[in-house]
């Protein structure tokens, strides 16, 4: 089992920063595939950043370049840093785990379905 509990929402004008958090406990934190995914009003939950176990990478095309994503195993904490926001990445943002399979390989595909433990979110919103 994995908790995980996102921090560091709130509301900025467009061109600002923020950098979201999220605590994982229970399961082995550095063992596992780590991402970000986002979801507003009306819309479906899409995948933002993520991390695998190796550190590779991915992001979604809509923030390459403005956000990074990072890991700090020794603290058992993920990050996402938000620069030059926009009003189109108003959303709640989610903070969610995935146990490598047997092979130690993490989600191929970066949807909803691919991933089994979610925190409850944090709000960020970005006013023009």
């Known amino acids: 089992q994995v908790q995980l509990v996102e921090s560091g929402g709130g509301s900025v004008q467009a061109g600002g920063s923020l950098r979201l958090s999220c605590a994982a406990s229970g399961d082995t934190y550095s063992r596992n595939c780590m991402a970000w995914f986002r979801q507003a009003p009306g819309k479906e939950r899409e995948g933002v950043a993520r991390?695998?176990?190796?550190?590779?990478?991915t992001y979604a095309d809509s923030v390459a370049g403005r956000f990074t994503i990072s890991r700090d195993n020794a603290k058992n904490t993920l990050y996402l840093q938000m620069n030059s926001l926009k009003p189109e990445d108003t959303a709640m943002y989610y903070c969610?785990?995935?146990?490598?399979?047997?092979?130690?390989?993490?989600?191929?595909?970066?949807?909803?379905?691919?991933?089994?433990?979610w925190g409850q979110g944090t709000q960020v919103t970005v006013s023009s």
């Open positions: 969610a785990a995935q146990i490598p399979n047997w092979y130690g390989v993490c989600p191929v595909h970066f949807t909803r379905d691919d991933y089994t433990y």
């Open positions: 991390i695998d176990r190796s550190g590779t990478l």
